[in-house]
DNA sequence: CAGTAGATTTACTCGTCAGTAGGTATGGAG
DNA sequence: CTCCATACCTACTGACGAGTAAATCTACTG
């Protein structure tokens, strides 16, 4: 099982150029090396020059790829600066250690991801519709950046580090904000509740909409605003009102209609 | 972060006899070794002498234990060996490879999570009885096991590997089980759904019940039923009727008498 | 008490990976 | 055309972790 460890995951292309390490470039063709089969490793030329900022955003982007595919501890830098396209001092140069680089993705992925939600609520509405258009936004973010998404949801929060940490609290003030649209629902209508009462109900729904994605992720044949609708009508109305065919429907006005 | 990241109890003895070059040992025994002082690291001493099986579940325990605190990846077997209170061969002895002893705890964890679940549930009830038993009996388990949920909830799902499609599988089990109990909801009423309107809908129960988990781990001052309960009226009644006053009471009789 | 099976260990090997030292190329300013 | 700042690279180190070879101990059987 040792030998073979490697199928396990892992790609390794890069194997070739490490294992040449015994570093004695000087070495004697004739011995073990037929001449014409030791054809030049295929080496990367040289990355065009390019200013600071535009790498350092495609090495986020490649880092989040990366980090997406096989979570924090088994990415390898090597790896992340081979999809980047650059080599690895070049990661340490601009974004600092592994820890540093996975932080800085955790923040730009969940600040993308806050603000696409809230950019698609308007505080004008009736807090159910404002519900469902976060819903919608919630959906169409993770139909869009599945490898944001795989990042933030699986990725961070197992870690229990500093990192881990920092997702944890992105994701307590996705909760919070859902808490408080509740409690805008409930005093609408006059009902009280307890902040305990409000907060597990928004956790419970965060989680909902997260293993719906998962769900969706796997089952994808539908548009972002019907599965949002799904998950709507699910904690608006509740089983108890589905299976006896009260069901919720989509304002009609206003809807960017794809549903 | 580097350097001292990992605790520091390593032994790397081989430095000892890669110093000794010179061969001269003439009068070395008042240059190298502070004898007293340096006290001696603390060797485990032998386990004791135990049969097989019981040593395996001790692995095992250990296992989940460190497994969760540091995901699969970052947990090394010696630190595994270490909790058990055995040595590294042995692990390797009796639970095969790093890969297989993962599997096995996965295994192990989802079956026992299955079958309190199971046992917990009468056919016999009416569907909706039988949902509310169950999530009593899943939020049981967590609070009893939290390491064992921790394993089977984040690390699993989280490795794209032959293991976390182990996991993935038991995952879809319990889908599938939750989806069935909504069929039979339904189909007492009437209603007609899809599969995937049914499917979609146990993802999203999962997904909450998982995520309300995690949130009472970090917030337990109520018991499972409670806990339970307020699932149950979330999922059961819907924010609609919630607000406007009307929840879901537990059924009296039978019920195990925590909340 | 000898003999043996299996429980347990020490002391390694080999591969990988985070992080770095020190050099090379290149585009724009003068 | 010549600097030189800085984007970029090759080649390396030190450390750790999975997995193993080859003993060594100990409880039980005859």
Redo the contacts between chains.
């Keep these: 099982?040792?030998t073979d460890?490697r199928s396990?995951?892992h790609a390794h292309a890069r194997t070739a150029e490490l294992t040449d390490l015994g570093g004695d470039t000087s070495r004697d063709d004739t011995t073990a090396d037929p001449p014409a089969a030791h054809a030049a490793p295929p080496r990367r030329p040289r990355a065009k020059r390019l200013p600071r900022a535009v790498r350092e955003r495609q090495i986020l982007d490649a880092a989040v790829a990366v980090f997406s595919?096989?979570?924090f501890?088994?990415a390898s830098m090597d790896e992340i600066s081979e999809v980047a396209g650059i080599s690895k001092p070049m990661l340490y140069a601009y974004l600092g250690?592994k820890?540093e680089l996975f932080a800085t993705c955790i923040r730009r992925e969940a600040t993308r991801l806050m603000e696409t939600i809230a950019s698609g609520v308007d505080p004008a509405d009736a807090p159910?519709v404002q519900l469902w258009s976060g819903l919608r936004a919630f959906f169409g973010f993770v139909s869009e950046h599945r490898d944001s998404w795989r990042v933030l949801h699986?990725?961070a929060?197992?870690?229990?580090g500093p990192f881990g940490e920092e997702l944890a609290e992105m994701r307590r003030r996705a909760?919070t904000l859902v808490a408080a649209l509740?409690v805008r629902?409930?005093s609408?209508?006059g009902?009280a509740y307890t902040q305990?009462?409000t907060?597990?109900?928004a956790?419970?729904?965060?989680?909902?909409?997260?293993?719906?994605a998962?769900?969706?992720l796997d089952?994808a044949e539908e548009s972002a605003g019907a599965?949002a609708a799904?998950?709507m009508n699910?904690?608006?109305?509740?089983?108890?009102?589905?299976?006896?065919?009260r069901v919720?429907h989509p304002p009609a006005h206003r809807s960017t209609g794809e549903d």
């Design positions: 099982m040792h460890t396990v995951g595919r096989h979570g501890h088994a250690s820890d159910d699986r990725q929060s197992s870690q229990g909760i509740l629902c409930a609408n209508q009902a305990r009462d907060d597990s109900m956790a419970a729904l965060v989680g909902a909409g997260e293993s719906l998962d769900w969706w089952h599965t799904r998950l699910m904690m608006w109305m509740g089983f108890g009102d589905l299976v006896e065919g919720w």
